[in-house]
């Protein structure tokens, strides 16, 4: 059965997708095609309940396409008691996977902003990154996304954000480079004008 799914229509409006999702026991079915091509059998009876398993994961993994970031930093604060320096939130962990091989990335990121004339609560920072891991991304489109939901929703003076991760693509398959981390950076406002402002974000991340 064909049910309508949705996703962004940009990165924060929740529109219906342009094709139709499959119904569970299609999905059930692909991971037990999956679980076949492996060289394994599908009905023994440690893989039968895999593929409701495998689904029922992917549910909770990919969970970011239904939810709308942007309706995470409504609700703002205008009342800063004149406070207008800078806010950062770091070693937020997360967990995405990789849209070439599906396999995990792991890491944290770190995000700064200067406030405009409103803040938002420190926890929807950590949430809008975990929006955008749970769904197929690079680190690098998952750093832009995070920057872009705060700026069209704070509209702040600058933008900070650090991600770094462990890629499993590299580390249990192709060039098994274990330890191997990628860092991503994105700055906007004054973060991107003044390198000075780029070095103490970077500083009060590491200094912990």
Do not use: N
Request: glycine share 8%.
């Amino acid at each position: 059965m064909d049910v309508p799914l949705k996703k962004p229509a940009s990165d924060g409006v929740i529109a219906p997708r342009p094709w139709a999702r499959p119904d569970r026991a299609e999905a059930e079915a692909a991971v037990r095609t999956l679980i076949a091509w492996a060289g394994d059998d599908p009905d023994r009876d440690g893989l039968r309940d895999t593929p409701r398993r495998v689904t029922e994961a992917f549910g909770e993994f990919y969970s970011g396409y239904d939810a709308d970031p942007s309706a995470l930093l409504e609700r703002t604060f205008e009342d800063l008691g004149g406070y207008d320096d800078i806010v950062v939130v770091r070693d937020i962990p997360f967990s995405s996977h990789c849209e070439h091989h599906m396999v995990p990335f792991v890491g944290k990121a770190h995000v700064a902003y200067y406030p405009g004339e409103a803040v938002v609560g420190l926890s929807k920072l950590a949430r809008v990154v975990d929006v955008y891991a749970r769904r197929l991304q690079t680190q690098e489109r998952l750093t832009g996304q995070v920057v872009a939901a705060i700026d069209e929703t704070l509209k702040p003076r600058g933008i900070a954000v650090m991600i770094e991760a462990e890629h499993q693509c590299m580390t249990l398959r192709g060039a098994h480079k274990h330890g191997a981390s990628t860092v991503t950076t994105q700055f906007t406002g004054v973060f991107r004008d003044d390198p000075a402002e780029q070095q103490r974000f970077v500083s009060l991340v590491r200094s912990g």
